[in-house]
């Protein structure tokens, strides 16, 4: 099946500064990729959908300029979490949209603790 | 109500039996059927998918959809400790996706 690898696996940051998660789809293009965050024990929570060449789309409550998406290729979407807070910490999970199987398919995940 | 229903769990069985999960869904342009398993601190991973109304089998796993009553199922025939997993059903409707809230399953030695 399709492979979506995300990037870093976990990283740690100081409060204040940034840090960039990777998503890219392996074999196939994306045109359309999607950010969850998910707090332990809990269901995904979709953060943004983000597609190839235009703006992202985000969900209520998600502040688009904390959480920037930039969706630059049709195989890459990258996640930025501005001056973060250790509130931001969590597992944050993408996803990439397969229009020729008409399904998705999740990357690894990416643990961020902000310390 | 929310567009898709799924039992949060947790479900436990002992090894070997046939686990069945179940999804209700509201939408009835839904197309697309899918199942995820989640693993503690991983992303999902795709099981299966199915288009229409049915049974689709792969290995000891069955998708079931039926598009009259709105519902899914996932059945796992000899389950096994390594089946232990959250899993999310998911459904499509033109590239709009929504997903359950998973449910939890134990598989117990």
């Known amino acids: 099946g399709a492979v979506v690898s995300q990037h870093p696996s976990w990283v740690i940051c100081k409060s204040g500064t940034s840090v960039k998660i990777e998503c890219r789809s392996l074999d196939f293009q994306a045109t359309t990729m999607f950010w969850y965050r998910q707090f332990p024990k809990q269901s995904l929570m979709l953060m943004a959908t983000s597609n190839e060449g235009s703006k992202a789309t985000y969900e209520q409550g998600v502040e688009k300029d904390k959480f920037l998406i930039n969706h630059a290729s049709l195989t890459l979407s990258t996640l930025t979490v501005t001056s973060a807070h250790p509130e931001d910490s969590s597992f944050y999970i993408c996803s990439a949209e397969d229009r020729g199987e008409n399904t998705i398919y999740f990357g690894e995940g990416s643990w961020l603790t902000v310390v | 109500q929310k567009e898709v229903e799924q039992d949060p769990g947790p479900l436990s069985v002992p090894e070997g039996a046939i686990v069945s999960l179940n999804c209700t869904y509201s939408?009835?342009?839904?197309?697309?059927f899918m199942w995820y398993r989640q693993y503690s601190r991983k992303g999902p991973e795709l099981l299966m998918y199915t288009y229409s109304s049915g049974n689709k089998e792969d290995g000891r796993f069955t998708a079931q959809v039926d598009k009259s009553s709105k519902y899914i199922s996932l059945f796992i025939r000899d389950s096994q400790p390594s089946d232990s997993a959250t899993y999310l059903c998911?459904?499509?409707?033109?590239?709009?996706?929504?997903f359950g809230s998973g449910t939890k399953l134990n598989v117990k030695p």
């Open positions: 998911a459904m499509d409707n033109f590239n709009k996706f929504y």
């Open positions: 939408n009835s342009a839904f197309q697309y």
